[in-house]
């Protein structure tokens, strides 16, 4: 419902006019942030595409990530890499974060999450941050820049407000390439509770240890294939992947921590295939966790072949 208040001419209208007019502006602004917060408060959808491009304005699709939120401030994050390989990341609030092991359907617990819920915010909010640099329509929804400097990276976020604190759109620019995430899809909806937690994952509560020479631990690693639109792009650089480590050895979760565009997809593939070291705490075997670092050098100089190398 469309609600217009026009004023056409102040100085004709009386006192009591004016603050009537005031109020019900007053009221249409309180109503169009409670509607939006309702719309967050119902659960939502959304998915976005991920793409990057290097300084030859070459183009490579990355991924698609699905985000799961309820209501009940808890949420899961799906990501399908262009290569088949998929991630999952599951908030449950007051209890945990949580990386899903596909070959085991297990819940690994990875961090903690406060008590407190995620959910809408409002534009004085958004606005009122350091890093606010304008307003603009995405995806026919008014978005809120934020920019900042990570070292050498620069990233651009935009926010709404019925998003709340996940990001409605980013663009980010490392080294010589460029990353965009944007969205193709958004629905106001409840998630069914399967979306957010599968009734058959079991959940393991003690956090992964942290191995902070990890690759000190690697009996072996294979090499990962060098990405045919990477290596014709003349695509090369360090890729790190974040793993946990089962208590036998096995990586059983990785993901990309960094690297170059479709390099990082194909060293995570072969992180699976990584062996390590067991690890033990109080004289019984532990899950742990750490980088794991591969290097892609040009075929001029690998003769075709990627190589992996134990520190950057």
Not at 261 to 274: C, D, H, K, S, V
């Amino acid at each position: 419902m469309n609600h217009n208040v026009t004023l056409s001419n102040p100085s004709l209208m009386s006192s009591s006019d004016l603050r009537v007019a005031l109020i019900l502006l007053v009221l249409l602004q309180t109503c169009a942030v409670a509607l939006a917060q309702s719309a967050t408060s119902t659960g939502f959808i959304f998915t976005m595409e991920v793409t990057e491009f290097d300084d030859k304005g070459n183009s490579f699709r990355s991924r698609t990530e699905k985000l799961y939120f309820s209501s009940s401030g808890d949420w899961r994050r799906v990501i399908t890499y262009a290569n088949g390989q998929v991630i999952e990341t599951i908030y449950l609030r007051g209890r945990g974060v949580y990386f899903h092991d596909h070959g085991n359907d297990l819940l690994l617990r990875f961090g903690d999450a406060g008590p407190g819920r995620l959910g809408p915010t409002t534009a004085a909010v958004l606005m009122a941050k350091p890093t606010f640099v304008r307003t603009e329509y995405v995806f026919d929804r008014v978005a809120y820049l934020q920019r900042r400097d990570i070292g050498p990276m620069k990233e651009e976020t935009y926010f709404t407000p019925a998003t709340g604190p996940f990001p409605f759109k980013r663009i980010t620019y490392y080294d010589r390439f460029k990353r965009i995430e944007e969205p193709v899809e958004l629905t106001f909806v409840e998630p069914d509770k399967k979306d957010i937690l599968n009734e058959n994952y079991t959940v393991v509560e003690e956090k992964p240890l942290l191995v902070s020479d990890l690759m000190n631990k690697v009996q072996e690693q294979p090499l990962p294939q060098y990405p045919a639109a990477a290596r014709a792009a003349g695509i090369s650089g360090n890729a790190v992947i974040q793993v946990i480590v089962d208590e036998t050895g096995q990586v059983i979760s990785a993901r990309i921590s960094s690297g170059p565009p479709t390099l990082g997809e194909a060293a995570m593939e072969a992180a699976y295939r990584a062996r390590l070291l067991p690890v033990e705490k109080d004289g019984r075997p532990v899950k742990y966790r750490g980088l794991l670092y591969y290097k892609f050098q040009p075929a001029s100089e690998t003769t075709d072949k990627s190589s992996a190398s134990p520190r950057d």
